[in-house]
């Protein structure tokens, strides 16, 4: 007998189970419970045991948060380039393709205005299921233009952060939207526009590091992962213990960098609350309309001068 032949290990065959279709449960990474999908999507995405929030669609969160009909879309047919021509295991040009066809958008990022509670907002809202919400060209142009929009039009600028940091596959141009993005948000201020920004799980790096700590009022949501750079590359750059519940919300709530910790039920009504507080002075400038026609100019007939006559002197009798 050889003392290192293979050890003979039983089969074990597994029947597909038909008609059961897959996806239906999804377990809650902090509890371990299992929950019904269907449940879950009707909860916003938040566990009902743990209170657990799962990352949110772009489109769900615009439908959480608007008067229903009101949204409309901006700027929906910006596409990002290559610039780079990257390549790797897919090329970039690939990378979107997929992407698009997963999430059914154009890029990480969905733009418009609509109302809340009447009042017209301007509103950006990030997806990551777009290459984990990367911030390239489009995204960084589109919430320019969302700030621009709100700047123009006299109303609330509301943008909610989920994202990993810049794209790397557009080098330094989505490194630039940090500086424009935050130029933007200067003239806002200027004006006295307020700004909210909401920061969900996760919200990391150059977003981070711009837009999303620059609001009048920040906001975050239960345990989201909020930093610059990871723990672990913080960790070898310290040589330090990082504290427990480091780069969370409810961390960085107690050494204040953000306001408030808002479950994503409530997130509608505290919008709409600190808008009553912060927002009343403004008076929303009417919507201008391509289409409108111009007023004839009606020009007035020169009036003829009237030329003195002299009468003739009266004759004496």
């Known amino acids: ?18 008609g059961v279709a897959k996806g239906l449960w999804t377990k809650c990474p902090e509890s371990g419970e299992m929950v019904f999908v269907k ?10 045991g743990s209170g657990y929030h799962f990352p949110l669609p772009a489109p769900d969160r615009i439908q959480s948060l608007v008067d229903h009909g009101t949204f409309k879309e901006y700027d929906g047919n910006i596409r990002s380039g290559d610039p780079l021509k990257f390549k790797g295991l897919a090329s970039y ?14 890029d990480a990022v969905v733009s418009g205005t609509g ?49 990993g940091g810049a794209r790397m596959y557009e080098g330094i141009l989505s490194l630039m939207q940090m500086a424009k993005t ?27 590091a711009s837009y999303a700590t620059l609001g009048d009022v920040i906001l975050a949501e239960p345990k989201a992962l909020i930093g610059f750079a990871g723990r672990r590359v913080i960790k070898e750059t310290t040589r330090a213990d990082l504290p427990e519940g480091f780069q969370t919300s409810e961390f960085l709530l107690e050494h ?26 403004l008076q929303p400038a009417p919507e201008k309309s391509s289409a409108a026609k111009k007023k004839p100019v009606v020009r007035k007939k020169p009036v003829a001068k009237k030329t003195a006559t002299r009468k003739a002197p009266a004759k004496k009798i």
């Open 39 to 48: 449940e879950l999507k009707k909860n916003l995405m938040v566990v009902p």
């Open 256 to 281: 204040g960098l953000i306001d408030q910790i808002v479950d994503r039920h409530d997130l509608r009504d505290r919008l709409i609350n600190l808008m009553n507080h912060l927002a009343n002075h």
């Open 182 to 208: 935050s130029a933007a948000l200067a003239k806002l201020a200027k004006a006295k526009i307020p700004f909210f920004s909401v920061l969900t799980n996760p919200t990391m790096a150059g977003v981070m």
């Open 1 to 18: 007998m050889s003392f290192f032949s293979k050890p003979k290990y039983s089969k074990v065959n597994v029947k597909s189970r038909d």
């Open 115 to 163: 109302k809340m509670d009447g009042r017209l907002v301007s509103l950006a809202v990030m997806d990551f299921r777009f290459l984990g919400g990367s911030m390239g060209s489009v995204v960084g142009e589109k919430i320019t233009r969302a700030i621009e929009r709100g700047l123009e039009m006299n109303i609330p600028v509301i943008v909610v952060s989920a994202s």
């Open 93 to 106: 040009e690939e990378k979107l393709q997929q992407n698009r066809e997963k999430t059914k958008l154009e």
